[in-house]
């Protein structure tokens, strides 16, 4: 990927309900924080290596004088930590490639982790999916209603809402798996049901730290973070389309 796109150009068109959802995922104030604080937050967190190593040196780190060392990842960087993190990066080429594959290696992975009943309900459990569709300005009878989690998916892939609808249900998954609980109102309707139906937050915890586990990057708090701009930016680029 050449092109490096600059988190805070991705985040200047989306709303207020938008950008809080980042807040609480980066442990910030909902309604004073900035695109801004966002911003140093993710870049905080992306850094963690360095600043632990510095920390280990005994030196002082102050945050607004560590932007060399420690500089804001551009999305196309954060996408490439996840992948490799996912252990997916070897059949991504291009951005695209990294908006499909990583939610679908979180959904993977949760499922991996889910018992036998728990796995039954995300493939037979109905529950009305046409919010998520709503939220983004489809309407369609043919991939509303009510759905399970599995055909909801196939039906995006289909239709070509598979990032929209991946990043949605990942995001469920992986708020789940580190104890997160964000108001029902944050959610575009997939991931909340999703969530809801398969039991409460922090199931998942125990057996996925070790996938998210910190080794450099802070995956435990990124990975919802970068699956929600992956959903976001999904969702404002279906809507701009339906608006042509």
């Not at 004088?65 to 490439?80: F, N």
């Not at 493939?123 to 991939?143: D, Y």
């Not at 991946?166 to 609980?181: C, D, N, P, Q, S």
Request: with cysteine.
């Amino acid at each position: 990927m050449t092109n490096q796109k600059e988190l805070k150009s991705i985040f200047e068109s989306w709303d207020e309900r938008d950008i809080s959802i980042l807040a609480i995922l980066c442990d910030l104030d909902e309604d004073t924080t900035s695109v801004t604080a966002i911003t140093e937050q993710i870049r905080w967190l992306y850094n963690s290596r360095a600043r632990h190593s510095i920390k280990r040196n005994f030196k002082r780190v102050v945050r607004q004088h560590a932007s060399e060392d420690m500089p804001c990842p551009s999305y196309e960087v954060l996408l490439a930590g996840a992948a490799k993190k996912l252990g997916i990066h070897k059949h991504c080429t291009s951005t695209d490639d990294y908006e499909r594959y990583i939610p679908q290696a979180v959904i993977v992975a949760a499922l991996a982790r889910m018992n036998p009943p728990q796995r039954d309900r995300f493939f037979t459990e109905k529950f009305n999916a046409t919010p998520m569709w709503e939220a983004a300005g489809v309407k369609s009878r043919e991939i509303g209603g009510l759905r399970t989690a599995a055909s909801v998916l196939a039906l995006a892939n289909a239709s070509g809402y598979a990032v929209y609808a991946g990043a949605t249900t990942a995001l469920g998954f992986a708020t789940h798996a580190v104890g997160i609980t964000l108001p029902y109102a944050a959610y575009t309707g997939l991931s909340a049901t999703i969530a809801q139906l398969i039991g409460p937050p922090g199931w998942l915890a125990l057996a996925t730290y070790g996938f998210f586990k910190v080794t450099g990057t802070d995956w435990n708090k990124l990975m919802p973070v970068l699956l929600t701009i992956i959903a976001t930016k999904s969702r404002h680029e279906i809507l701009a389309r339906h608006q042509v």
